[in-house]
């Protein structure tokens, strides 16, 4: 079943969780003694796996729909299973039975974080706060939503708060760190990043996120380092994989930026900028098929993107396709008019096809704009 954005979410939500009770029951849950369904929905230990627990929920809410227990344990299982229109369905209902149920709001918070729903998940910690104020965990996550509404000042309050009530909570560090960064105030950041990563050294995003505070600062060793460590610790983080690979490739060393540009599309291949980015580095290393692969690529998936242009045409340049290349120049150029390396790159194409006044005016242009354009090219091995 699939919900209709027309209609109101928790509606379709309690139609959703209805239509689940005409399934059939999984086969473990169904060879489950009413006993063992009982145990491993309601235990308290991390011994009992998220299917064991999703397993004996299931049973014991055959057995009683109405056990507002067993529906917030297994909404939790469903959230932490990514299953978040599920979680807010079993969530509901766990609500609706017990109201001051403070762990419930708390996770239904999450999932509604999850589906992108930031006023309801704010309204969930809110409650959650109000039935238990002096747990960290709900101002954190609270700040993290209101983060996400550009609602600055009332997350700092609660980032704050959180850390005044549990002054060993890595998370809210990072988060508080994260906001920091992300608003210009790179001290405080590296500060509670530090703090963050001093509390918990194995939380790969504190170490990517100071590694953009080092690399803003142009401490390159340290940023590398940080990203470094990083990637040790989460091979598969494609941002930090990207940010450094945008690192190597402003220093010109072409071979680790496409390896790591290479490790950043394996982990998420959804980002068109990678993809332009891998094209300009295989072009670079005239490797000129894969680039072509990497530009059509990214165009497949941001029609008309002038940078990703720009790339493709630097690459029709170097193949010796020179119509191509100023027929994506020119491309670029409607939309970006003052784009310096479009311009130079042109003018390139120009005197190779023999237009020498009209070669002479691009790059002129392009130099009035950036007095180093022809260095910036000297790398790319056209001239």
């Given at each position: 079943?699939?919900?209709?954005?027309?209609?109101?979410?928790?509606?379709c939500?309690?139609?959703?969780?209805?239509?689940?009770?005409?399934?059939?029951?999984?086969?473990?849950?169904?060879s489950?003694?009413?006993?063992?369904a009982?145990?491993?929905?309601f235990?308290?230990?991390?011994?009992?796996?998220?299917?064991q627990?999703?397993?004996?929920c299931?049973?014991?809410?055959?057995a009683?729909?109405?056990?507002?227990?067993?529906?917030?344990?297994r909404?939790?299982?469903?959230r932490?299973?990514?299953?978040?229109?599920?979680?807010?369905?079993?969530?509901n209902?766990?609500?609706?039975?017990?109201?001051?149920?403070?762990?419930?709001?708390?996770?239904?918070?999450?999932?509604?974080?999850?589906?992108?729903?930031?006023?309801?998940?704010?309204?969930?910690?809110?409650?959650a706060?109000?039935?238990?104020?002096?747990d960290?965990?709900?101002?954190?996550n609270?700040?993290?939503?209101?983060i996400?509404?550009n609602?600055?000042?009332?997350?700092?309050?609660?980032?704050?708060?959180?850390?005044?009530?549990?002054?060993?909570?890595?998370?809210?560090?990072?988060?508080?760190?994260?906001?920091?960064?992300?608003?210009?105030?790179?001290?405080?950041?590296?500060?509670?990043?530090?703090?963050?990563i001093?509390?918990d050294?194995?939380?790969g995003?504190a170490?990517?996120?100071?590694?953009?505070?080092?690399?803003?600062?142009?401490?390159?060793?340290?940023?590398l380092?940080?990203?470094?460590?990083?990637?040790?610790?989460?091979?598969?983080?494609?941002?930090?994989?990207y940010?450094?690979?945008?690192?190597?490739?402003?220093?010109?060393?072409?071979?680790?930026?496409?390896?790591?540009?290479?490790?950043?599309?394996?982990?998420?291949?959804?980002?068109?900028?990678?993809?332009?980015?891998r094209?300009m580095?295989?072009?670079?290393?005239?490797?000129?098929?894969?680039?072509?692969?990497?530009?059509?690529?990214?165009?497949?998936?941001?029609?008309?993107?002038?940078?990703?242009?720009?790339?493709?045409a630097?690459?029709?340049?170097?193949?010796?396709?020179?119509?191509?290349?100023?027929?994506?120049?020119?491309?670029?150029?409607?939309?970006?008019?003052?784009?310096?390396?479009?311009?130079?790159?042109?003018?390139l194409?120009k005197?190779?096809?023999?237009?020498?006044?009209?070669?002479?005016?691009?790059i002129?242009?392009?130099?009035?704009?950036?007095?180093?354009?022809?260095?910036?090219?000297?790398?790319?091995?056209?001239?």
């Amino acid at each position: 079943m699939t919900c209709n954005h027309k209609i109101d979410i928790r509606t379709c939500l309690c139609a959703i969780a209805a239509a689940l009770t005409l399934l059939t029951f999984p086969a473990a849950a169904q060879s489950l003694s009413p006993a063992q369904a009982r145990q491993w929905c309601f235990a308290r230990d991390d011994k009992v796996s998220d299917d064991q627990r999703m397993d004996g929920c299931t049973l014991v809410l055959k057995a009683n729909p109405s056990n507002a227990a067993a529906l917030a344990n297994r909404g939790e299982v469903y959230r932490r299973k990514g299953d978040s229109e599920l979680a807010v369905a079993d969530l509901n209902r766990a609500l609706d039975l017990d109201p001051n149920d403070v762990i419930a709001w708390y996770n239904r918070g999450i999932a509604y974080d999850d589906l992108g729903d930031r006023d309801h998940a704010i309204a969930d910690y809110t409650r959650a706060i109000q039935l238990e104020p002096d747990d960290a965990r709900y101002y954190n996550n609270r700040g993290n939503s209101r983060i996400a509404r550009n609602d600055y000042e009332r997350a700092m309050a609660d980032y704050d708060r959180a850390i005044k009530l549990n002054p060993k909570f890595a998370l809210a560090y990072f988060n508080r760190g994260t906001a920091y960064r992300e608003h210009h105030e790179a001290d405080r950041a590296l500060a509670d990043l530090d703090m963050s990563i001093k509390l918990d050294p194995n939380y790969g995003p504190a170490y990517g996120n100071r590694a953009r505070i080092f690399r803003d600062k142009g401490d390159r060793p340290r940023a590398l380092a940080d990203f470094g460590k990083s990637l040790q610790l989460n091979p598969n983080n494609d941002r930090d994989a990207y940010a450094r690979a945008n690192m190597y490739f402003d220093a010109h060393d072409y071979a680790r930026a496409l390896e790591d540009y290479d490790r950043s599309i394996k982990a998420n291949a959804s980002y068109s900028g990678v993809f332009n980015a891998r094209c300009m580095t295989h072009a670079i290393l005239g490797q000129l098929q894969e680039a072509l692969g990497d530009c059509e690529q990214a165009l497949r998936m941001r029609p008309n993107d002038p940078y990703t242009l720009d790339s493709r045409a630097l690459t029709y340049l170097k193949l010796g396709n020179l119509d191509a290349a100023i027929a994506d120049y020119d491309a670029v150029l409607s939309a970006k008019p003052g784009l310096d390396s479009s311009l130079y790159g042109r003018g390139l194409a120009k005197r190779k096809k023999g237009d020498t006044d009209g070669a002479e005016r691009d790059i002129a242009a392009a130099k009035a704009i950036n007095a180093g354009i022809a260095d910036m090219f000297a790398p790319y091995g056209v001239q």
